[in-house]
């Protein structure tokens, strides 16, 4: 075996990683990937999948995974081994990421599960302290039946790198206290022909999600005794919140994921509305919203507002700005003592989630939906597992969400001798999304030409006239509505009605469209005003996996660098059909 860069190393063995990148890196490439991994090569996707790499060196198991059609994340916190990485295998299909054991921060925000996740010659860095840790976090980043490929090393150290012993008991023992098996081990000989120093090949198997989360969303939606629909609603809202804007979802330890409670509120809101307009009760005898905490003078004086106007980045004036910050602070009072603190653990009394409430200032005539003004309302804090749950398998929680509240809504109808008409009730349940808009950025082309400046298709290059400019959805609306400036884009109007239409842009094409890109968002949105700067700038961090770090202003590369993170969880998430670009000098 060769092994590769500790992904949690001192800094001193980080400089010296960076210091000898080029020397380490022709090591590590002188085996091919399928010699060293031969004993598990049957444990990898059938299909293309995703899979994580974790302290991925050189990119040699990277590359060779991309090869097999895979869409790739790889970890690896030596700067120069990353810059080596990406000079030898300069594929698009590789997402790097500066990170490491035993926390994997940057990784987990990207919100993926992977259907495996490598660790080859890592595993005995990682200091056994920090072991339990670093293991229940790969466990978490993995779909269900999902596989964790490790090597072990056994033997001496090497003096110049941090190594400790490793043990297959041990990670039998880390895999059962997480919901999964060890479901093969192989010996396998050291490469470097070293007598004392052996490896051993082990795959660890998920059967489920491996952490609770599904029993116990399960228990929440079928069995929990329910009063009303509130204890559904907020798992929608939970769910809906993180598929919509995740960037504003923070990190609270390795156990925890704090949302703004004001947008925890937003969603709630948003879900209420049509059901109160088309008067179908939520507890046995609530009618017309009677009966409901959250329903009060203000939420009626939002009636006739559309659900979907109810996002992040809008902007509210007058009377409609002071109904919505006091709705708000009504639906969030109700949120934090009712469903959030009965929802609890089987058996028990200790709330799933935890809620702090902060009394909020009074406002302006005007507010904007921004995350300063969402944290004002206070923390919505979620335990990690059944975030990634809410995240990832959404698309089978909400069918059984919506069936049981459908049910229940049904239950309280006859209860109350009514009946609504066929379809009522599907209806008002529907998730409203906002309508595929795109005139605001049409006005901003027709300005732009009117004054002599250039717009190019983004996907060929191409100098574009009125009759054949189009606007498209970066990523595609059908799939994921969204319509962010950043994700509303100049192309051929016939490259994106006929050949685009709904698939999603290829890894190769974005990463050979970036330059066009930022050009732009730079003229159009962030250099054209301040106004449009500021709301570009708030949509991305509110709807992508950006950092959170604070920045000096927009920063373009880093948005650039997120949308191709939201692509990849697009791909991988939703299978969806990918578009190569136009021919060459199309």
């Known amino acids: 075996m060769f092994e590769r860069p500790d992904p949690a190393p001192p800094p001193d063995a980080v400089a010296a990683y960076d210091h000898r990148a080029a020397d380490l890196a022709a ?18 996707p059938a299909t293309p999948g995703a899979v994580l790499d974790v302290g991925a060196g050189s990119g040699r198991d990277a590359a060779w995974l991309a090869r097999l ?18 000079r030898r295998h300069a594929d698009p299909r590789i997402r790097w990421v500066d990170d490491r054991l035993p926390g994997l921060d940057r990784v987990h925000r990207l919100g993926l599960a992977f259907d495996t996740i490598l660790l080859s010659a890592v595993w005995m860095h990682v200091a056994p302290p920090d072991r339990r840790r670093a293991f229940r976090k790969l466990i978490t980043l993995l779909r269900p039946g999902g596989r964790l490929l490790l090597t072990l090393r056994h033997g001496p150290p090497d003096p110049d790198r941090a190594m400790h012993p490793v043990t297959r008991a041990e990670v039998e023992r880390l895999a059962a206290e997480h919901g999964a098996l060890v479901t093969r081990a192989v010996p396998l000989p050291d490469r470097l022909g070293r007598a004392a120093v052996t490896w051993e090949a ?24 329910k009063s009303s629909t509130y204890k559904l609603a907020l798992l929608r809202c939970v769910a809906r919140a993180a598929d919509a804007w995740p960037g504003l979802a923070q990190a609270d330890g390795d156990d925890g994921v704090v949302l703004p409670l004001g947008l925890i509120a937003l969603c709630w809101l948003r879900s209420f509305l049509p059901l109160v307009a088309a008067d179908l009760p939520q507890t046995p005898t609530s009618r017309t919203g009677g009966g409901l905490g959250f329903v009060k003078e203000a939420f009626h004086r939002l009636a006739g507002t559309a659900p979907f106007e109810l996002r ?17 602070r009504d639906a969030a009072a109700t949120i934090a003592t009712m469903p959030a603190r009965h929802i609890t653990y089987p ?47 959404n698309a089978w929680i909400e069918p059984a969400l919506l ?30 999304d906002p309508a595929r808009d795109t005139a605001e950025v049409r006005r901003i082309t027709a300005q732009m030409l009117d004054a002599g400046e250039p717009i190019h298709c983004v996907w060929s290059g191409r100098r574009l006239t009125p009759r054949a400019l189009d606007v498209d959805h970066a990523l595609p609306f059908a799939a994921w509505p969204c319509g962010d400036l950043w994700n ?47 709301r570009f700038d708030r949509e991305a961090q ?45």
Request: hydrophobic share 50%; no cysteine; glycine share 6%.
């Open 488 to 534: 509303l884009l100049p192309a051929a109007a016939r490259l994106n009605r006929h050949e685009k239409r709904d698939r999603l842009v290829s890894a190769d094409l974005l990463a050979r469209s970036r330059e066009r890109i930022a050009d732009w968002w730079e003229r159009a949105y962030v250099r054209r005003s301040p106004v449009l700067a500021a």
């Open 347 to 393: 058996g028990g009394e200790r709330p799933v989630f935890d809620v702090a409430v902060r009394r909020m200032a009074r406002g302006d005539d005007a507010l904007v939906v921004d995350a300063p003004f969402l944290w004002s309302f206070g923390d919505f804090r979620i335990p990690t597992h059944v975030w990634h749950a809410l995240t990832r398998m």
């Open 312 to 328: 992040v980045g809008a902007t509210f004036h007058g009377d409609r700005a002071a109904a919505l910050r006091q709705a708000l």
């Open 69 to 86: 059609g895979h869409q790739v994340v790889a970890v690896e916190p030596s700067a120069g081994m990353r810059a080596e990485a990406q």
């Open 542 to 586: 509110a709807s992508l996996p950006l950092d959170g770090a604070p920045r000096d202003g927009v920063d373009v590369a880093a948005v650039l660098d997120a949308l191709a993170a939201k692509r990849l969880v697009l791909r991988v998430t939703q299978q969806l059909p990918e578009w190569p670009g136009p021919p060459p000098n199309d």
């Open 27 to 44: 090591q590590y490439e002188s085996v091919a990937a399928e010699d060293v991994h031969g004993p598990v090569l049957d444990l990898l």
């Open 202 to 225: 082990v795959a660890v198997q998920l059967a489920d999600d491996g952490t609770g989360a599904l029993p116990l969303i399960r228990h929440i939606v079928l069995n929990d005794a």
């Open 403 to 432: 069936a049981e509240w459908t049910r229940l809504m049904q239950r309280y109808l006859h209860g109350q001798g009514r009946a609504v008409p066929e379809g009522t009730i599907a209806a008002a349940l529907t998730w409203l």
